[in-house]
């Protein structure tokens, strides 16, 4: 069992910019991919960023040049930068890790994005 803690959201204004960061708990397991997704009300749950073990990363087009994926694998955890940040970036933020032994989420963090 993975457990993943989540920090970071919070409300901001348009053009602001916020850092996210996931540490996830157990290190015996290998961590492949961890990633970052969010879900705005009344909408599926969408991929933001990820980035594989070697540093390959991948980002959904809406945040190309303003978000900035990274992880730390000596503490098991991911960031997610986000800079230049518009209203409809605002939904919680979920985690989630590919490990060896399976997938995990983390729980959420609201990030609003308002004037």
């Known amino acids: 069992q993975v457990q993943l803690v989540e920090s970071g959201g919070g409300l901001v204004q348009p053009g602001g910019s916020l850092r996210l960061s996931c540490a996830a708990s157990?290190?015996?397991?290998?961590?492949?991919?961890m990633g970052w997704y969010r879900q705005a009300p009344g909408k599926q749950r969408d991929m933001v960023a990820g980035i594989t073990s070697g540093g390959a990363r991948n980002y959904a087009s809406s945040v190309w040049g303003r978000f900035t994926i990274s992880r730390d694998n000596a503490k098991n955890t991911v960031y997610l930068q986000m800079n230049s940040l518009k209203p409809e970036d605002t939904a919680v933020y979920y985690c989630?890790?590919?490990?060896?032994?399976?997938?995990?989420w983390g729980q959420g963090t609201q990030v609003t994005v308002s004037s």
């Open positions: 157990e290190s015996r397991f290998s961590i492949n991919v």
């Open positions: 989630n890790v590919e490990t060896s032994i399976g997938s995990y």
